[in-house]
Structures are given as structure tokens and as C-alpha cells.
């Protein structure tokens, strides 16, 4: 049956920044779909964790702090994790920061911090996580792209630069790995309500236009992106490579 293609009992995920926003909405589906799941986040999720539990799923916290994390230490995350829940079948690389500043005036501090979170973790946790997969026969990575992955932005040029290199890291790697089973994909999120988008928010004039440019007519939540994530870390898309599944209520059609 068709619907059983999208369960995803017996297999473990790892998703970054899961301890609120979109993170936690994506851990909280990836747990509903049948899985156990690994919370990366720099402060204890404690709240994600107790969403997941009466799912009856394994959680795992780990402690990690992707701006100040070595590719040695990532490696590290992802064999602790196989080691403690038996394997690794699912990377959802969530985790980002944003940096607004006038491209004049922008530093090169915030522009290294978004590069070292937004690109450095994602592809080494992809390179890790990959080895095992590749080893395994298969998997699924994940990884959250942006609007901002199309097109240029305003007063965030660290971001943009970092979302576009996502997709360009997802498409590299879903080249060479889609022969061996593992998925590579992104999923590209429109404007939705977390702390990453609250000024945008706060801004009745930004808010406003956002609102009228989008065919929905109003902002996504999280839990918007759980059928997208759950699709795509599933046997449902067996053969879905390197592709960007927008979700952002018809924003990119206008």
C-alpha cells in the first residue's frame, strides 16, 4: 500500500536545531512517521523531547555547537549517534543563523559565522553522515534551503550566499551518491513564523508586503514543512535526487 511507503519505523534521524522552529516541527513528524531521532542543538531540547516520548521513540540529545565545530567533532556526532541508537538512516540539516547588515557594512565575523554554520556544518555532516550511509547501502540527507537560495535578499548577504550553497552542496552530492541509494534533497522553505524571521515580523510595512506577495495570503508555520520532510526521508521518494521542494505557499510562482 502506498501509505506505507512514508513510515519510517526502525530507522534513526539526526536533525540539527531541533529544539524549536522548524527544527522541532520536522523532529516531532520524522518521530509521528515512526522514527527514532537525534536532537543536535547547542541548549537542551527539552520541550522537543517531551512531544516525542509519548510517540514511544528513542531521542538522543547531543550538545553541539555548530559556528565552533570541527569537521572531527561532526564525524564524531554522527558515530555517537550510530552508536547509541544502532545507526544512522536520516540527516536533516536544519540548523542556521542569519546576520542583517547593509552589504557595506556587513563584517567579516558575522560572515564567517553564518558560512561556518549555514555550509561548513552542513556539508561535513553530510560527508559523515554519507560514509556511514554509503557503507549501509543507503539513507536520506535533508537539507533546509531558503527563498533566499533563488534569490538575493536585502541586508542579509552572508545568508543568501550560504543558502545558495546549500542547494549547490545538495546537488553535488546527490550526483555522486543517488547510485548508492542515498537520497540527497532540500526542502526550501517560504516565509514561516520562527525566531529567524520575528523582525521581519515586527516590521508592519515588511510584514505586509511579504503577506500580499504570497498567493496563500498569509505566513507558514513549522509544522507546513512535516509532509515535505516526511516524504523525503521516506521510501516514497526512492527516486527523488538533488531536488529543492519549495514549500512556501506559491511565494516562488509569483
Known amino acids: 500500500m502506498i501509505l506505507d511507503s512514508f513510515r519510517l519505523d526502525g530507522r534513526v534521524a539526526l536533525v540539527t536545531g531541533a ?29 522537543t523531547v517531551a512531544l516525542i516520548q509519548p510517540l514511544g521513540r528513542r531521542t538522543q540529545w547531543v550538545s553541539e555547537d555548530l559556528a565552533k565545530a570541527t ?7 554522527v558515530s555517537g549517534v550510530a552508536g547509541k541508537l544502532g545507526h ?5 540539516n536544519n540548523a542556521g543563523i542569519i546576520r542583517r547588515a547593509p552589504a557595506a557594512e556587513h563584517s567579516a ?28 547501502g543507503g539513507g536520506r540527507i535533508v537539507n533546509i534551503a531558503s527563498m533566499l537560495s533563488f534569490q538575493g535578499g536585502i541586508r542579509v548577504p552572508s545568508y543568501t550566499a550560504a543558502k545558495h ?32 524571521t520575528a523582525p521581519l515580523r515586527a516590521d508592519p510595512d515588511r510584514a505586509r508586503s511579504i503577506v500580499e506577495r504570497i498567493p496563500a495570503g498569509k505566513w507558514g508555520v513549522p509544522e507546513d514543512l512535516a509532509g515535505a520532510m516526511v516524504f523525503l526521508a521516506s521510501d516514497a521518494s526512492r527516486y527523488v535526487h ?10 516562488l510562482s509569483r
Open 109 to 136: 565575523a558575522d560572515w564567517d559565522e553564518v558560512m561556518r554554520v549555514n555550509v561548513d556544518a552542513v556539508f561535513h555532516l553530510s560527508q559523515a553522515a554519507g560514509r556511514h550511509m554509503l557503507a549501509r
Open 165 to 196: 550553497a546549500v542547494l549547490g552542496v545538495t546537488r553535488a552530492l546527490a550526483n555522486e551518491w543517488a547510485g548508492s541509494g542515498v537520497n540527497v534533497n532540500a526542502i526550501a522553505p517560504g516565509y514561516i513564523t520562527t525566531d529567524n
Open 88 to 92: 544512522l538512516d536520516i540527516l536533516v
Open 19 to 47: 529544539n524549536r522552529g522548524i527544527g522541532q516541527a520536522l523532529a516531532v513528524a520524522l518521530a509521528q512517521a515512526g522514527a527514532d531521532v537525534a536532537l543536535l542543538s547547542r541548549s537542551e531540547p527539552t520541550e
Open 71 to 77: 569537521p572531527a567533532d561532526l564525524a564524531g556526532v
Open 242 to 251: 538533488g531536488t529543492v521542494l519549495a514549500v512556501d505557499g506559491g511565494w
